[in-house]
């Protein structure tokens, strides 16, 4: 069935840098468009960034605008979260989701999310 | 503070119907489509209903949605203990250009 896995989560000091990975598998990558959303500690659902299928248009929450950056490789099956200057607040579990519609919050696929903690 | 409402907590005993609530404005609810998703601890938000009313296939017709105007709820009808979550209304904003999620709404089986 189809499938998404993030990797990519771990420690790292506040300020420094990490990316994600989002590996999809059994179904056309290249005809969706996806979404990142995370849950930090004890809070609801937050969504971070969408990427249209082709990456022509992405658009960020305001609390990681010009700090992350989504991005895709969809000769690789590949959705990624560039995740700079990282602060306290962005330790969350973050999840990749399928999008179905444009400009929908649509997301019929998720997968089981990895952990980012952002500590000194 | 969530850009759409929901209450923090419902509850209902086994059997029972309850609703929960999602409200917006006409820049998100009121222009675009909602969709509600399911979260339990440790596993992956689970989509419950998308287009306002639809349900994914593998969802039980225990689960209803519903859209008027800048609002938008989910009915769980013939309610089971392993109803307990959290639940999440979702959607497009136009003003914004993101998606706003609600505050999630804790369902608690009696």
């Known amino acids: 069935q189809v499938q998404l896995v993030e990797s990519g989560g771990g420690v790292v000091q506040p300020g420094r840098s990490l990316r994600l990975s989002c590996a999809a598998s059994r179904f056309t990558f290249s005809s969706y468009g996806m979404h990142w959303v995370r849950q930090a500690p004890g809070k609801g659902l937050e969504w971070v960034a969408v990427?249209?299928?082709?990456?022509?248009?992405?658009y960020y929450a305001d609390s990681v605008k010009g700090r992350f950056t989504i991005s895709r490789d969809n000769s690789k099956n590949t959705l990624y979260l560039q995740m700079n200057s990282l602060r306290a607040e962005d330790t969350a579990v973050y999840y990749c989701?399928?999008?179905?519609?444009?400009?929908?919050?649509?997301?019929?696929?998720w997968g089981k999310g990895t952990t980012v903690t952002v500590s000194s | 503070q969530s850009v759409l409402t929901q209450p923090p907590s419902a509850s209902g005993t086994p059997g029972q119907k309850v609703t929960i609530s999602c409200s917006g404005s006409s820049s998100n609810i009121g222009s675009n489509i909602v969709n509600w998703y399911r979260l339990l601890p440790g596993t992956a938000p689970k989509l419950l209903i998308y287009s306002n009313n639809q349900r994914p296939s593998g969802v039980p017709d225990r689960f209803s949605g519903s859209r008027s105007g800048t609002s938008a709820s989910l009915a769980i009808s013939g309610l089971q203990s392993e109803d307990e979550a959290d639940y999440y209304c979702a959607a497009w904003d136009d003003s914004l250009n993101v998606v706003v999620f609600g505050g999630g709404t804790k369902l608690t089986v009696l």
């Open positions: 990427i249209w299928y082709d990456g022509s248009k992405k």
């Open positions: 989701a399928r999008d179905m519609a444009e400009y929908s919050a649509y997301m019929d696929v």
